[in-house]
């Protein structure tokens, strides 16, 4: 429950700090003091977004907090899911910047706005003029039937159903496109494959082929030279191998003669050795080498059809074109097996939707139940309201295909008179009619859920007389119910029924005006209420009225 607000350098509210009463409470105030930037404010704190121009003029910063009892509620999971601190009294703030910058805390935690706005959801419902327009829309009359049903959990699990039977739904349907555009690139896929397979490529023959057919092309010229460089090593005829050997036999000879010829023969003989070696090498690779034009013109042809597939390609190497083709198989055989593939995710599919509808009958089941007891509560619950011919129906049907919130339709039909002729709420009910007809809905729901505050901005409008008095009466009774209600009201029959009375005014200084909110004494609310009644000239009929509308609150 509400326990307190405050709010400072919020438009006309310097500062303001209020206490507020459990049970049934209303707030008056003429058109204009400040009654709706106090509901503003308290929307802040419902996570509705902030706008810099409802910062008071001249000030950089804005502070609304509220204090909430929530000791009774069983709240507790909602703080360890969002890994905030629980106490029994909740602490919500909303901090805004001349500078743009905005802040929320929950009991003095850093929270986010989605956090503030689902907790305060659980804290605060604030019905204005404008919720009635909800009235026409389905989802608000489908809310109504599962909130009576207590369709919580069933809700849940057909959410979680429902959201994999579209994924899986999105899935086929993404797999049916890319198989379409595949089947059609088939074709080429396949004779790309074919050209690529036909090839036979082999890691790294390109740079084996160019350099053979290097070679090849230079066989003449390539022969000659190691010709001539054997000859300089191995001729009999001033050769460089003969004129070692020569000196080789010269310093073994010098051996016995010359102590260090010997190690100068050791190591001239290993020059000896490597350079023969290198010249039979030499003369092995000049033998081989032949000038062979039908074996170039093979490699130029296979360089050819390498070159030409790498331009194709727009590839650099012989790997790129091995990967390409690894590629291309794996897209045909994708292909090829895209059949196998949509028919088994298919079936998932059907077999999720089969849940769905199933889910979807537990709803309908729980709503069509729902929509007996709501025609015939709100029948009881209107004909007090002053009307005595009323009728309420709930319509249902079903949808073509499952939604969100299953596959229900709902339409809230409503008749006031004997004769007429059952329509949708919206089409033949009058603004007063709307307004009694949302009470008597918030009524109903409120006994289903454990919502600790409910604010009511003027739901009296279009009525008067006996009508607001029957009004009061349901709102005192929902008050009385472990739950506290504030109701914004012009009409003197419902402000005369508060537990509490607190006036909004609005009060000017030489340079500024300000907007205050304060509890009336029981004095004070009697002038108060002979003004409701009289207007701005008291007069003692409207005293006296006042007092006997008062009289039961003010024994109390």
């Known amino acids: ?50 706008d810099v121009k409802a910062i008071r003029l001249g000030e950089t910063k804005c502070v609304i907090e509220a204090r ?22 909740c602490i919500l703030r909303r901090e805004l910047y001349a500078s743009g910058k905005s802040r929320a805390f929950i009991n003095d935690t850093p929270a986010g706005l989605t956090q503030m706005k689902e907790l305060g959801e659980q804290l605060i419902d604030v019905h204005s003029q404008h919720q009635n327009l909800l009235l026409n829309k389905e989802g608000f009359q489908l809310n109504v039937l599962d909130i009576l049903a207590h369709n919580e959990e069933a809700l849940e699990i057909y959410h979680q159903l429902y959201n994999k039977w579209k994924q899986l739904d999105k899935e086929l349907n993404d797999l049916i496109a890319q198989a379409q555009q595949n089947k059609s690139d088939e074709d080429y896929i396949r004779f790309q494959l074919e050209q690529l397979t036909e090839a036979h490529l082999v890691q790294g023959e390109q740079e084996e082929l160019e350099q053979e057919a290097e070679t090849l092309s230079h066989a003449e010229e390539i022969k000659a030279g190691l010709y001539r460089v054997e000859q300089t090593f191995a001729s009999d005829e001033g050769g460089l191998l003969p004129a070692v050997k020569e000196s080789l036999n010269t310093l073994h000879a010098l051996q016995k003669v010359y102590q260090p010829s010997e190690e100068l023969a050791g190591r001239l003989e290993s ?32 360089l050819n059809l390498i070159y030409s597939l790498q331009q194709k390609h727009r590839v650099q190497t012989v790997d790129e074109l091995i990967s390409l083709t690894e590629e291309y198989s794996g897209k045909l055989s994708t292909i090829t ?21 199933k889910q979807a009958e537990v709803l309908t089941k729980a709503r069509t139940k ?7 509560q709100m029948a009881s619950r209107l004909i007090p309201l002053g009307m005595p011919n009323v009728r309420f129906q709930v319509e249902m049907g079903l949808k073509k295909e499952p939604g969100m ?59 008067s007389g006996e009508i607001a008095d029957r009004m009061a009466d349901i709102m005192q009774e929902m008050g009385e119910q472990s739950r506290q209600v504030i109701s914004i009201t012009h009409l003197p029959q419902i402000a005369s029924r508060g537990r509490a009375h607190y006036k909004v005014y609005k009060k000017d200084s030489d340079t500024e005006t300000n907007s205050h909110i304060r509890r009336l004494t029981n004095d004070e609310r009697v002038e108060e209420i002979a003004h409701m009644l009289s207007g701005a000239t008291l007069t003692e009929a409207a005293l006296s009225n006042a007092k006997a509308l008062l009289k039961f609150e003010i024994v109390k």
Do not use: C, W
């Open 405 to 463: 919130q299953g596959e229900d339709t709902v339409n809230f039909l409503f008749s006031a008179n004997k004769n007429g002729m059952l329509q949708s709420i919206s089409s033949v009910a009058s603004g007063g009619e709307i307004a009694r007809v949302m009470l008597s809905i918030k009524a109903m729901i409120a006994g289903a859920v454990k919502l600790p505050t409910i604010v009511f901005d003027e739901i009296d409008t279009g009525v």
């Open 68 to 89: 909430f009892d929530i000791s009774a509620y069983d709240m507790k999971s909602f703080f360890d899911d969002n890994e905030l601190e629980y106490e029994d009294e």
């Open 271 to 302: 020059v000896y050795i490597e350079l023969k070696d290198i010249t039979q090498e030499i003369s092995s690779q000049g033998e081989s080498i032949e000038f062979n034009p039908g074996r170039l013109d093979e490699v130029n042809e296979r």
């Open 370 to 376: 729902a929509a007996g007891e709501v025609e015939k």
């Open 337 to 357: 097996s895209y059949d196998e593939h949509i028919a088994e995710l298919t079936t998932h599919r059907d077999e999720q939707y089969a849940k769905v509808k």
């Open 1 to 50: 429950m509400l326990r307190s607000l405050y709010i400072q350098n919020y438009a006309l509210i310097e500062k303001l700090d209020i206490n507020f009463d459990t049970g049934f409470s209303v707030i008056t105030g003429e058109t204009g003091a400040g009654k709706s930037i106090i509901l503003g404010a308290i929307g802040l704190l419902l996570g509705q977004r902030a």
